[in-house]
């Protein structure tokens, strides 16, 4: 079997725009693939190995016909219709070639009835078998895609274009005003059209704003389907064990620009080439993983041949007496026992695909219709849209997806866009610009015009209309609103028993001991600490808004100032024990009342002047802020802290450490309770300002109260007047 393919070699020319000949070297990887696989089928030609070799055109057709009678003669001699023994038998040839060139092929080979298989040439005349009686074809004839380019338009309701019939009907078709423009035509047409482009280009010669549709927009590709481990074979290709293939360190040096060891395929200067490059990493205009569909019919028309010479190794084999101890040698079977059956054959290929040829020798009747996308570095993917399948019912044999190109100048501006004219064009060519944030655009044919969103609403994702904003706040119906409320009636239960403990016990010494009246007002104030959390919960109103930081910030004072006021108490009482001291004159309850009520009004007079200034409202955006409540909390916790750190060294009866600890956890709270309420937004801030004021609370409650409750409950009998006096004695015992 030989083999002659639109040329491989061709890239090694100083002309970088023919990209599209290195990839023909998935051709030559096609039919290496397909013999592979053949010899490797135990159950297809046993004990036969397929062979090949491979011939070059180079798109000439002298070369073409030369190699042509090298097929017909002796190895490197054209001796027309002489055969030395030494010659490999010849069974079929696959060819690429142009169309023209093709029918010329056909008649030499047509002489001695050779079988013919072409993958590239789509001429209507090939399919004449009376004419050509040993021509096949892997793919159809030109007139399904000439069909097919017919209903593309019509689909299209492209009424005013240009097709070129030849690229010398260039200057002709630069002067036409159609906005659009189908090439079709064989590949070395293609190519030369191609580059005659990139000249014009160079020179200006393209008018602005015509569609070219070639291979990297829309095109019809004979159909192709995944053939499996094709993709593996790939992968192992290496240049340094090239397996008696020619073309991979050329193949390699050019796509991957790198020098390949011990040959004399070097770049001055550049990287050595390592073997372990990926063909996937390539661009797809320099080669493609996946099989094209002219790689395809070569895969499939290696295959049909391998299943002709098994039909006849089988047919034969039946014919000939087994018991003479021989097989069936190739070499005795001539070219032209293939035709017939070859026109019969028909089989599924691995891709589970149905090959054969019909009466007029053409195995496919199918066009893929693609649609390239091509990417900034080269690559690209095709992207199938359609098909044209001339034997499918009628009116199934044209089917495209609902997809529009663009060749206009002018499109209908979508909704979230709004048009920005072009400086110095018509006005009829513009630009889209995505609306700015917080408007819409629901109109087309509009220039710079948008709609601004009401205060209550904002746009949609696609800024195509306004939808209500969602109003976010901490619910007691959410988890984190019940579990927070939960603990604040609690911690508020757990206040009113001790409260209630202390009550009950108000007569005990370990209650009068501490200063009873401000105990009262202490667990009141944390009472009320605890309640006033709730208020921050639910839908803001008028009122919450007013009662939220200003109910917080005067409870919260009261609280702090009653532990100042406990705690410089207990210095002055200690103070004052020395005979000669002035201090006893400051001693008693107005003291300790005086600290409670003047500190607390500083923090009313402040959120008076908060409220009268600039007062919180539901459904606005609060510009003020709690900081100045904060400051005053902390500059009282701050005084309280340094007061009992005082007070450290007084006896054990005396001593404050419970205040100190208190006040440290009431500062450590605060103190992180700021950066994380800035870091926070939404029902969430008000989450961590709940959590802050439940902390604190619980803190103070537990380090000053629990202590005189477990003694109240659990050990009354260190509630006694002669075990406080013994204790403080001894210095063990801290109320």
Not at 93 to 120: C, D, H, R
Not at 573 to 582: I, L, R, V, Y
Request: hydrophobic share 40%.
């Amino acid at each position: 079997m030989n083999h002659l393919s639109d040329p491989v070699w061709p890239f090694l020319y100083v002309l970088t725009l023919w990209k599209l000949v290195p990839k023909n070297y998935q051709h030559v990887l096609a039919l290496v693939f397909a013999v592979n696989k053949i010899n490797q089928d135990p159950e297809l030609l046993p004990n036969i190995t397929l062979g090949f070799r491979i011939y070059k055109s180079f798109f000439s057709p002298r070369k073409t016909y030369e190699s042509s009678f090298t097929l017909l003669s002796t190895r490197y001699l054209m001796i027309p219709n002489y055969n030395c023994d030494t010659q490999d038998k010849l069974s079929a040839v696959i060819e690429g070639l142009e169309s023209e060139t093709s029918i010329q092929m056909a008649t030499i080979l047509g002489i001695y009835k050779i079988p013919q298989i072409s993958y590239g040439s789509f001429h209507a005349m090939l399919s004449d078998k009376f004419q050509f009686p040993s021509f096949y074809r892997m793919i159809p004839n030109e007139i399904p895609q000439l069909l097919g380019l017919v209903r593309l338009m019509q689909h299209f309701k492209w009424t005013w274009i240009g097709l070129i019939q030849h690229f010398k009907l260039y200057s002709s078709i630069t002067q036409t005003k159609a906005e659009v423009i189908v090439v079709h035509g064989d590949t070395d047409s293609l190519l030369g059209f191609t580059l005659f482009l990139h000249a014009s280009y160079q020179t200006a010669l393209i008018p602005i704003g015509k569609v070219w549709i070639t291979t990297v927009d829309l095109s019809f590709a004979v159909h192709t389907e995944d053939v499996p481990r094709f993709r593996d074979f790939l992968r192992t290709l290496n240049p340094y064990q090239p397996k008696g293939d020619i073309f991979i360190q050329r193949f390699w040096h050019t796509v991957f620009n790198c020098s390949v060891l011990y040959s004399s395929l070097t770049i001055k200067g550049g990287r050595n080439c390592s073997g372990k490059e990926e063909l996937e990493s390539l661009p797809g205009s320099d080669f493609e993983m996946k099989m094209s569909g002219q790689s395809y019919s070569i895969y499939n028309g290696v295959c049909a041949v391998a299943h002709t010479l098994h039909a006849i190794y089988s047919s034969k084999s039946k014919k000939e007496a087994m018991g003479k101890g021989h097989l069936l040698e190739l070499q005795n079977i001539q070219p032209w026992e293939l035709h017939p059956f070859l026109k019969n054959i028909r089989f599924n290929n691995s891709a589970r695909d149905e090959v054969f040829f019909d009466e007029n020798g053409e195995s496919s009747a199918r066009y893929d219709i693609l649609n390239w996308i091509v990417f900034p570095n080269d690559s690209f993917i095709r992207v199938k849209v359609g098909h044209v399948d001339s034997r499918a019912p009628v009116g199934q044999e044209f089917t495209i997806n609902e997809i529009v190109p663009r060749s206009m100048c002018i499109d209908s501006c979508h909704p979230g866009y709004v048009r920005t004219v072009r400086e110095g064009e018509l006005l009829c060519c513009y630009d889209r610009a995505p609306c700015p944030e917080g408007t819409i655009s629901n109109q087309t044919r509009r220039y710079l015009q948008r709609n601004l969103c009401p205060e209550d609403q904002y746009p949609n994702k696609d800024q195509d209309k306004c939808i209500p904003k969602f109003m976010n706040f901490l619910s007691y119906e959410e988890p984190l609103g019940f579990v927070l409320a939960s603990f604040a009636l609690l911690f508020s239960l757990l206040t009113v028993l001790v409260l209630g403990m202390f009550i009950k016990h108000r007569d005990t010494p370990i209650v009068r001991a501490n200063n009873q009246e401000l105990s009262y007002v202490l667990l009141l104030s944390l009472l009320l600490c605890f309640l006033c959390s709730l208020v921050f919960i639910g839908r803001p109103g008028r009122v919450t808004c007013l009662l939220r930081q200003t109910a917080f910030g005067v409870i919260s004072s009261v609280s702090v100032s009653s532990v100042l006021a406990k705690t410089i108490t207990v210095v002055l009482a200690f103070k004052a024990t020395k005979p000669e001291s002035s201090m006893r004159k400051w001693l008693g309850s107005r003291l300790s009342g005086s600290i409670v009520f003047s500190c607390s009004l500083i923090q009313v007079g402040i959120c008076a002047v908060w409220l009268g200034t600039a007062p919180p409202f539901p459904d606005l955006d609060m510009k003020s802020e709690a900081g100045h409540i904060l400051v005053y909390m902390g500059f009282l916790a701050i005084v309280s802290f340094t007061i009992a750190f005082l007070a450290r060294k007084l006896p054990d009866t005396f001593n404050e450490a419970k205040f100190t600890f208190s006040i440290l956890v009431l500062c450590s709270v605060w103190v992180s309770f700021i950066p994380t309420y800035l870091s926070t937004k939404g029902k969430y801030m008000v989450a961590v300002e709940i959590f802050s004021i439940l902390a604190s609370s619980t803190g103070l409650l537990g380090c000053i109260f629990i202590p005189k409750c477990y003694i109240i409950v659990l050990r009354p009998e260190l509630n006694t007047r002669e075990q406080l006096v013994r204790k403080s004695k001894s210095g063990t015992l801290e109320l």
